[in-house]
């Protein structure tokens, strides 16, 4: 079956302070086994136990600093596996009409949202008002409306609003946008990002308007819009696209299957590129500047990414993508450590910015200013 899961393994081909938290910290630990490790633990629950919410629990195994601890689901069967297979407590486990009830367990510091696009607005917003930090997947909601409303209720409520960029904490990635910083390529001129695979199953959430928000852009071309950002270290000041549709039945109306759409950064850069439902294995990054370049392929899959630069092969090593990204987020959550990358809620409303602007500029075509 073509899904989103089978093309990203297919092209991998692999607030709280110190003291408060050493106790539980301490008592995590112990519950992970392993004894080197004395600092404090992000203990965790995941709501949505589908594809994603999966592979975010397996990584988790191997993580230090963070643990899986609860869950929330809507289908009881699922409880009873997860429960057994990551040894998680009864007391832990609410599904979709009383996870608010969260509030009142000391055992959980943060609540993954790992369900479809258009649920995680409310979802998020529910987590933060029961007092728990959230980490978001991408898209963090459907437009930017939903995103600003989302980062104004965790800020009402004193939590912190992360988003699943786990590409922030890749090492290849990391280490081009070191060289650019340090001036390898010169004056960044150009970026071509190219995002998309072949959608199998046409009853799937993510084909379903209400449930996605949209098509390609936003499960995977997004992808490509986050990536000229990091890449060429700018915000864009422009936007145009262009759509098309080669299966009306498929992609219905607010489904958007191929778009190409091209970005202006204030530095004078471009940025070329598509987002699709329709090709294979569309996964590659390029970066042109004056005095050098750099290409991954594949460039955001789970792994191992790979690529090379004007300086040389790539060759930073592999390891799995979300467990480098709780690892990281639980210092980010519990020690105030900063991203390479930012992966707040301000990050991901800006991506959100840019794809408003691209589904305004394919109905109005011309360039539609942006003020990120
Ligand atoms: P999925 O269909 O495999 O899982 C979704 C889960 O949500 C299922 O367990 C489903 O039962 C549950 N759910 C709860 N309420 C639902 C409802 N009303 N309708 C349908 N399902 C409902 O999807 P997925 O691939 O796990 O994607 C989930 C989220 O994770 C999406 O936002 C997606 O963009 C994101 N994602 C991110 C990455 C990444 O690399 N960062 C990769 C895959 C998916």
Same mark, same amino acid.
């Given at each position: 079956?073509?899904?989103?899961?089978?093309?990203?393994?297919?092209?991998?081909?692999?607030?709280?302070?110190?003291? *408060?938290?050493? $106790?539980?910290? %301490?008592?995590?630990?112990?519950?992970?086994?392993?004894?080197?490790?004395? =600092?404090?633990?992000?203990?965790?629950?995941?709501? !949505?136990?589908?594809?994603? $919410?999966?592979?975010?629990?397996?990584?988790?195994?191997?993580?230090?600093?963070?643990?899986?601890?609860?869950?929330?689901? !809507?289908?009881?069967?699922?409880?009873? #596996?997860?429960?057994?297979?990551?040894?998680?407590?009864?007391?832990?486990?609410?599904? /979709?009409?009383?996870? #608010?009830?969260?509030?009142?367990?000391?055992?959980?510091? @943060?609540?993954?949202?790992?369900?479809?696009?258009?649920?995680?607005?409310?979802?998020?917003?529910?987590?933060?008002?029961?007092?728990?930090?959230?980490?978001?997947?991408?898209?963090? @909601?459907?437009?930017?409306?939903?995103? %600003?409303?989302?980062?104004?209720?965790?800020?009402?409520? =004193?939590?912190?609003?992360?988003?699943? /960029?786990?590409?922030?904490?890749?090492?290849?990635?990391?280490?081009?946008?070191? %060289?650019?910083?340090?001036? @390898?390529?010169?004056?960044?001129? *150009?970026?071509?990002?190219?995002?998309?695979?072949?959608?199998?199953?046409?009853?799937?959430?993510?084909?379903?308007? @209400?449930?996605?928000?949209?098509?390609?852009?936003?499960?995977?071309?997004?992808?490509?819009?986050?990536?000229?950002?990091?890449?060429? !270290?700018?915000?864009?000041?422009?936007?145009?696209?262009?759509?098309?549709?080669? #299966?009306?039945?498929?992609?219905? +109306?607010?489904?958007?299957?191929?778009?190409? *759409?091209?970005? $202006?950064?204030?530095?004078?850069?471009?940025?070329?590129?598509?987002?699709?439902?329709?090709?294979?294995?569309?996964?590659?990054?390029?970066?042109?500047?004056?005095? !050098? *370049?750099? +290409?991954?392929?594949?460039?955001?899959? /789970?792994?191992?990414?790979? $690529?090379?630069?004007?300086?040389?092969?790539?060759?930073?090593?592999?390891?799995?993508?979300?467990?480098? %990204?709780?690892?990281?987020?639980?210092?980010?959550?519990?020690? =105030?450590?900063?991203?390479?990358?930012?992966?707040?809620?301000?990050?991901?409303?800006?991506?959100?910015?840019?794809? #408003?602007?691209? /589904?305004?500029?394919?109905?109005?075509?011309?360039?539609?200013?942006?003020?990120?």
């Amino acid at each position: 079956m073509n899904s989103r899961r089978d093309f990203l393994q297919r092209v991998a081909a692999p607030l709280i302070a110190w003291p *408060f938290l050493t $106790g539980r910290a %301490q008592a995590a630990e112990r519950a992970s086994g392993d004894v080197s490790y004395e =600092g404090p633990v992000l203990r965790v629950a995941i709501m !949505g136990l589908g594809g994603y $919410g999966t592979m975010v629990a397996e990584a988790m195994k191997d993580c230090r600093k963070a643990k899986l601890v609860g869950l929330i689901s !809507g289908t009881p069967s699922k409880i009873t #596996d997860w429960r057994a297979r990551y040894h998680i407590d009864a007391k832990n486990c609410y599904n /979709y009409e009383n996870f #608010d009830q969260i509030r009142h367990n000391p055992d959980i510091d @943060a609540v993954y949202v790992i369900t479809p696009n258009a649920l995680h607005h409310d979802e998020v917003i529910r987590v933060a008002r029961a007092g728990k930090h959230v980490i978001c997947e991408k898209p963090m @909601a459907l437009n930017a409306r939903e995103g %600003q409303e989302m980062i104004d209720a965790c800020r009402q409520a =004193g939590v912190k609003l992360l988003v699943g /960029y786990r590409m922030h904490f890749e090492p290849k990635t990391l280490e081009i946008i070191r %060289q650019r910083k340090a001036g @390898a390529f010169g004056k960044v001129l *150009f970026f071509q990002g190219l995002s998309g695979f072949r959608i199998g199953d046409p009853n799937q959430w993510r084909l379903n308007p @209400a449930l996605a928000g949209g098509g390609a852009m936003m499960d995977i071309g997004i992808y490509s819009i986050n990536a000229s950002r990091y890449m060429i !270290g700018e915000d864009p000041i422009w936007v145009t696209a262009q759509e098309t549709k080669t #299966d009306p039945v498929k992609f219905r +109306e607010g489904v958007d299957e191929t778009i190409q *759409f091209q970005l $202006g950064f204030p530095g004078g850069a471009v940025a070329s590129c598509l987002s699709t439902y329709s090709m294979n294995d569309m996964d590659k990054i390029f970066l042109e500047g004056e005095k !050098g *370049f750099a +290409e991954l392929h594949p460039a955001t899959a /789970y792994g191992p990414i790979m $690529g090379r630069t004007s300086l040389g092969e790539l060759t930073q090593p592999h390891r799995t993508h979300q467990t480098v %990204q709780m690892e990281e987020m639980a210092a980010i959550l519990l020690e =105030g450590k900063k991203a390479p990358v930012p992966v707040d809620g301000e990050e991901a409303l800006k991506d959100l910015k840019i794809i #408003d602007a691209i /589904y305004a500029a394919v109905k109005a075509p011309g360039k539609i200013a942006l003020s990120l």
